[in-house]
C-alpha cells in the first residue's frame, strides 16, 4: 500500500481568503459605524426639532394667555356708578379699555340679575314731563308767573335778575329752578348776552333734571355750551367738549349720537369730540351684544350677526363683566404674537380655543402628526373653555434639508471610501489571480519547454553515440540520419527563436524596420522553407496570390516569422496527405494573408483563448503536437505592431483560417515609414 506523503509535502494552492478579509473586514466595520452615526443624526434632528416644538408651545401659549385672554382689571358696581356721573376723557371708559386691549374685546356690566348696568342702557322715547303750578306755593307761583313774563317779553336781566333771585331763594322744587335758568339762558342768548347765557347754561349742566319733553335738560344746556365755545378761554374748550359728551354718554338717550355730531360741528380745535363718539359708539356695540342674550361665561362659542365670538366672564362685586371677543380679531391678535415670538417658518402654530380652530390646521406634506401641544383651560361660571397650542412641521423636507444634505454628503464620503476598498479588493484579487496565471504559466512554460527540447536532443545524441561507436551505417541510413538531425536543429531553432523574440518583447527590447516589402515574394520564400518540413510529414503547401500585388510598408523579417508560426501550426495539426492553403488578397485599403489548413479545428468556446501565451488547446492535443504555447501569441503581437488585426474562422471536424488584415498598402515609390 503506498505511502502517503507527508503534509509539507503536499502541494498547496494560494487562496485570497485571508488578505481579502483583511482588506473588507475595516471597511465594513467602518462603513457599519458610519451608517448607525447617520442614523443617530437624524434621530438627533428629529429630537431637536421635538425640544424646539415644546419650547414654542409652552412660550405661546403663555403669551395668548397672558395678552389676548388675560383679565382686562375692570371696576366694580360702585365704581361704574362713578363713572356714570361723567368721565374726564374716553379712556377713563372701561369699556374703551377693553376694547384697547391686546386683543379688541366688546364689554359689558351685568347685575346679579343679568341686567345691563354699564354701558347704562338707553330708555326709550321719554314721555312728555308738563310742570305742575300745584308743586309750588303761593309766594313760589306768584314769583313763577311774573319771571315768566319777564322772561317772554324780554325783560329779563341774566343770572342776576331780581325775579329770579327772589325765585330760587324761596327753594322751589329743583325742576322748576333748572327750567328757569334754562329759559333765562335761551332769552340772554336772544337779546345778546352771551356770557349771561353762559353763566345759567353752565349752572343748568351741573344738575340733572329733566326737561317737560322728558329729555335731560343739562343736555340741552351743555349742547348751547359748546355752541358758545367761543366765548371760553381756549384751555377750557376741551373741558367743555368733555363735560358735554361725557354726560351725553353717561345719560344715554336716542339723541346722544345727535348730540355728539353736534360737538364734531363745533369742536374744530381738537379731536375729543371725534374720541367720544367712537366711545359711544363702542357702547352701542356692548349694548347690541349684550342683547343678543349673552350672559355669562359660556363654553361654547356663539354666533353674532353673522360672526363667531368667544364669551369670557369676569367675577366683580355688584355682578359680573362679560367680555365678548370674536374670532376674527383673537385670530389676528394671536398672528401678531406668532410674528412677534419669531416662530421659524418650518414649524407650523395651530391654535384652537374650544372645539374652533383660531390659526387653521395646515395640511403636512407627509401626513405628520403634532411635535408638540400644550394646553390650557380659561374657568369661569359657565364651565371650561380650553385652549389648545399644537406644533407640527409645515415642511419637515426643508426642516431637515441640512441635515439631509449631512447625510447625504457622508453617506457619499462612506459609498466614494467602500467603493475605493472594493476596487482595491478587486485589485488585489486580480494581481493574485494575475500571479497565479503567471505561476501556472511558467510552470506550463517551463514544462514544454523541457518537452520540446528534451525529444530532439535525445534523438540528436541517440544518433550521435551509434556514429561515435563507429558501425558505418548504409549510405541511406546515414542520410536519414542526416536529415533527421537538420530537422531536429530546426525544430530546435524554432523554439529557440520564439522564446528569444517572447523575451525581447516582454523587455521592450524588440525592434521593428518597415520598409516596402514584396509580400508576394516574401510568401514564395516562405512556403517555399516550409514544403520540406510539410513534406516530412506528409503534407503540401499551396500558395494563392488575387488582386492587384503592390509593395506594402512592413518589416519583412516579422511577417515572415508570423507566415512561419502559422504555417508551423498548420501544419502540425493537418492530417498526413492533408494540404494547407495559403495565400495574398490585395484590395485598394487593406491586404489579407490567410493560412488554412484541413485539421481537426479549434472549439468555439477556446478560440478566443489560443492568442494568449503560453496556452495550448486541449490535454490531449498538447500531447499529441510540439509547441510552447508561443506561436500564435507571437502572431497577434505582429499584427498589432503592423497596424493589424488577426482572426480566427474554426469549426471542430472542418479546419481552421487564421486571417491577417493589414490595414495600409503603400504603391511603388512611396516613402517608407519609419517606426
Known amino acids: 500500500m503506498p505511502r502517503r506523503a507527508p503534509s509539507h509535502a503536499r502541494s498547496r494552492n494560494p487562496t485570497f481568503l485571508w488578505q481579502g478579509t483583511l482588506i473588507l473586514l475595516p471597511a465594513i466595520i467602518l462603513c457599519a459605524v458610519g451608517l448607525d452615526s447617520l442614523r443617530q443624526d437624524r434621530a438627533l434632528a428629529e429630537h431637536q426639532a421635538l425640544e424646539r416644538a415644546r419650547t414654542i408651545a409652552r412660550e405661546s401659549l403663555q403669551r395668548i394667555v397672558q395678552g389676548p385672554l388675560s383679565a382686562t382689571p375692570l371696576p366694580d358696581a360702585t365704581l361704574l356708578m362713578r363713572a356714570s356721573t361723567g368721565l374726564d376723557s374716553p379712556e377713563d371708559d372701561p369699556i374703551w379699555q377693553a376694547a384697547r386691549a391686546p386683543v379688541h374685546r366688546v364689554s359689558f356690566f351685568l347685575d346679579d340679575a343679568g341686567r345691563l348696568v354699564y354701558p347704562p342702557p338707553i330708555p326709550s322715547l321719554p314721555l312728555p314731563q308738563p310742570l305742575d303750578p300745584a308743586d309750588l306755593n303761593a309766594e313760589q307761583l306768584a314769583l313763577w308767573e311774573e319771571l315768566e313774563d319777564r322772561i317772554t317779553t324780554g325783560l329779563f336781566s341774566g343770572a342776576n335778575d331780581p325775579l329770579l333771585t327772589a325765585f330760587v331763594k324761596t327753594a322751589p322744587p329743583s325742576r322748576f329752578a333748572a327750567i328757569a335758568e334754562y329759559r333765562g339762558g335761551m332769552a340772554c342768548l336772544g337779546d345778546g348776552q352771551r356770557q349771561e347765557a353762559m353763566t345759567l347754561f353752565r349752572a343748568v349742566s351741573e344738575g340733572n333734571e329733566l326737561a317737560e319733553d322728558g329729555f335731560p335738560l343739562p343736555l340741552f344746556a351743555g349742547a348751547q355750551i359748546v355752541r358758545q365755545l367761543a366765548l371760553l378761554p381756549e384751555a377750557a374748550r376741551k373741558a367743555a367738549v368733555d363735560r358735554f359728551c361725557a354726560r351725553a354718554i353717561a345719560q344715554p338717550t336716542v339723541l346722544t349720537n345727535k348730540a355728539l355730531e353736534w360737538a364734531g360741528q363745533y369742536d374744530r380745535s381738537d379731536d375729543a369730540a371725534t374720541r367720544w363718539k367712537a366711545l359711544a359708539a363702542m357702547h352701542d356695540r356692548a349694548r347690541t351684544v349684550a342683547a343678543e342674550g349673552v350672559g355669562p361665561f359660556q363654553s361654547t362659542p356663539v354666533e353674532i350677526a353673522g360672526e363667531t365670538h368667544f364669551v369670557i366672564s369676569r367675577a366683580a362685586t355688584g355682578g359680573h363683566w362679560v367680555q365678548v371677543i370674536s374670532r376674527r380679531d383673537l385670530a389676528a391678535a394671536i398672528e401678531q404674537i406668532k410674528q412677534a415670538q419669531g416662530i421659524p417658518e418650518q414649524f407650523a402654530l395651530e391654535v384652537a380655543l374650544g372645539p374652533l380652530d383660531l390659526l387653521p390646521r395646515r395640511a403636512q406634506p407627509d401626513g405628520g402628526e403634532a411635535l408638540a401641544t400644550s394646553t390650557a383651560s380659561l374657568s369661569g361660571e359657565g364651565g371650561d373653555l380650553p385652549l389648545t397650542i399644537r406644533i407640527s412641521l409645515a415642511d419637515p423636507a426643508r426642516y431637515f434639508a441640512d441635515q439631509r444634505l449631512r447625510t447625504l454628503r457622508f453617506a457619499a464620503?462612506?459609498?466614494?471610501?467602500?467603493?475605493?476598498?472594493?476596487?482595491?479588493?478587486?485589485?488585489?484579487?486580480?494581481?493574485?489571480?494575475?500571479?497565479?496565471?503567471?505561476?501556472?504559466?511558467?510552470?506550463?512554460?517551463?514544462?514544454?519547454?523541457?518537452?520540446?527540447?528534451?525529444?530532439?536532443i535525445a534523438s540528436v545524441r541517440f544518433m550521435a553515440e551509434e556514429l561515435e561507436m563507429g558501425a558505418a551505417p548504409s549510405p541511406d541510413k546515414l542520410r536519414n540520419y542526416h536529415r533527421f538531425i537538420v530537422q531536429e536543429c530546426r525544430r530546435l531553432s524554432a523554439v529557440i527563436e520564439n522564446v528569444l523574440d517572447f523575451s525581447r518583447r516582454e523587455q521592450g527590447r524588440e525592434r521593428f524596420e518597415f520598409e516596402a516589402s514584396d509580400l508576394v515574394r516574401l510568401l514564395e520564400e516562405t512556403a517555399g522553407l516550409m514544403r520540406t518540413y510539410g513534406a516530412d510529414r506528409g503534407v503540401t503547401i499551396e500558395t494563392e496570390v488575387r488582386g492587384e500585388p503592390d509593395d506594402v510598408a512592413a518589416d519583412g523579417r516579422a511577417l515572415q516569422r508570423l507566415l512561419v508560426n502559422l504555417l508551423d501550426n498548420a501544419i502540425k495539426h493537418s492530417p498526413e496527405d492533408g494540404c494547407?492553403?495559403?495565400?495574398?488578397?490585395?484590395?485598394?485599403?487593406?491586404?489579407?494573408?490567410?493560412?488554412?489548413?484541413?485539421?481537426?479545428?479549434?472549439?468555439?468556446?477556446?478560440?478566443?483563448r489560443i492568442f494568449d501565451r503560453f496556452y495550448r488547446v486541449g490535454s490531449e492535443l498538447r500531447r499529441e503536437t510540439q509547441g510552447v504555447g508561443l506561436g500564435l501569441s507571437i502572431v497577434k503581437h505582429i499584427a498589432s505592431v503592423h497596424g493589424g488585426t488577426v482572426h480566427v474562422r474554426s469549426e471542430v471536424g472542418h479546419g481552421s483560417r487564421f486571417t491577417l488584415e493589414l490595414p495600409f498598402v503603400r504603391k511603388s515609390g512611396m516613402p517608407l515609414i519609419e517606426s
Open 413 to 456: 464620503l462612506i459609498g466614494i471610501s467602500a467603493l475605493a476598498v472594493l476596487i482595491g479588493f478587486f485589485s488585489a484579487w486580480r494581481a493574485f489571480r494575475r500571479q497565479q496565471r503567471l505561476s501556472e504559466m511558467k510552470t506550463n512554460f517551463v514544462s514544454s519547454v523541457s518537452h520540446e527540447l528534451r525529444a530532439p
Open 580 to 608: 494547407v492553403r495559403t495565400g495574398l488578397l490585395f484590395e485598394p485599403r487593406r491586404v489579407l494573408l490567410w493560412v488554412e489548413d484541413d485539421g481537426p479545428g479549434i472549439p468555439r468556446e477556446e478560440q478566443a
